[in-house]
């Protein structure tokens, strides 16, 4: 190892070569709270934050670390790869001689088995946040509430991920005479547009109305379709995946929920499959390869059946 450097020192180098190579934010901040843990473990065992070793021992030795500190698989995994990447890049760059990550075989992937929000949880959530843009005050809570009312309809009806929600633009949000969808866009994918129900139409039109009016009366201009804000005004335009959970938690303490924006999305794979959806288009959606399966949703979607004409009979008299 060159003169031992400081992990601090490498890792920036490493985030700033993923950022020129087009990674998302959130998938750099990812990078980082893995080596965050890397980091934690030096500074554990040896009091600091240099790169003093990299031979396989030590991989080894910090793979016995993930063990007592990690319970789940995937989470050890995730750190390795992540190690694997940083230990490629030192490589490259002519700061270690080898990989010994590499030496390592890599550990089968363990995928989670679905837990979608039922049937019965969706309406709780839905009723309440149509009961809210219905009660709010005028002005920025009505607004808030509208907001939180279009995040539940994109990760239900669209089945979007939190990290496509916080940089999503509003022009991706897609209504016309006929019907309504949300196109999705990928730096390394063509664009795909999923289809709403059509009674969104009116919530999603309403939302555009006072999202431009509340950027006015806020001073404020940005272009994303969500935005943070304090009890008077809008802050910023988008809000972050964190922000999005924050969101979840606070609405979960108020109704006596479970759901988050995961199994509510799970529940969005298991309504697609109820609604006869085109397999190849479910995936198109998902964003996931041709050739990934969907065997662990359509194994579990008989028990998870949505009304859809509760949702809109639901909006309509609230």
Not at 192 to 200: E, F, G, R, S
Not at 228 to 237: K, Y
Request: with cysteine; aromatic share 12%; net charge positive.
């Amino acid at each position: 190892m060159q003169n031992d450097p400081s992990l601090t020192h490498l890792v920036a180098q490493f985030l700033d070569r993923l950022k020129e190579q087009g990674k998302t934010a959130n998938t750099v901040k990812n990078y980082k709270t893995d080596l965050d843990c890397y980091r934690g473990y030096l500074e554990t065992f040896q009091k600091n934050d240099q790169l003093k070793r990299t031979d396989l021992q030590h991989v080894l030795d910090y793979g016995k670390y993930l063990q007592v500190k990690y319970n789940s698989d995937n989470s050890r995994r995730r750190r390795v790869q992540t190690l694997r990447l940083f230990y490629d890049f030192l490589l490259i760059n002519g700061f270690i001689q080898e990989n010994p990550v590499r030496k390592i075989p890599a550990s089968p992937k363990f995928v989670d088995v679905p837990k979608p929000t039922d049937f019965g949880e969706t309406i709780t959530w839905w009723r309440y946040l149509c009961e809210e843009v219905k009660h709010s005050d005028d002005g920025l809570p009505t607004l808030i509430a509208q907001r939180n009312q279009v995040i539940f309809c994109l990760i239900f009806f669209g089945g979007l991920k939190v990290s496509q929600l916080s940089e999503l633009q509003l022009e991706d949000v897609i209504i016309d005479e006929e019907n309504c969808r949300v196109m999705v866009t990928h730096k390394k994918r063509d664009p795909y547009t999923v289809n709403l129900p059509n009674y969104l139409m009116e919530i999603l039109n309403k939302y555009v109305v006072n999202l431009n009016r509340g950027k006015i009366h806020s001073k404020i201009s940005f272009s994303q379709a969500l935005f943070n804000a304090n009890p008077h005004r809008i802050l910023s335009g988008g809000l972050s995946p964190r922000g999005i959970e924050i969101i979840f938690e606070d609405i979960r303490g108020k109704i006596d929920a479970n759901a988050t924006p995961k199994k509510l999305r799970e529940a969005a794979i298991c309504r697609w499959i109820n609604l006869n959806t085109p397999t190849q288009t479910i995936k198109e959606w998902m964003g996931v390869a041709p050739s990934y399966s969907l065997n662990r949703f359509t194994n579990i979607s008989d028990s998870f059946f949505y009304s859809e004409d509760a949702y809109e009979q639901t909006y309509i008299t609230q």
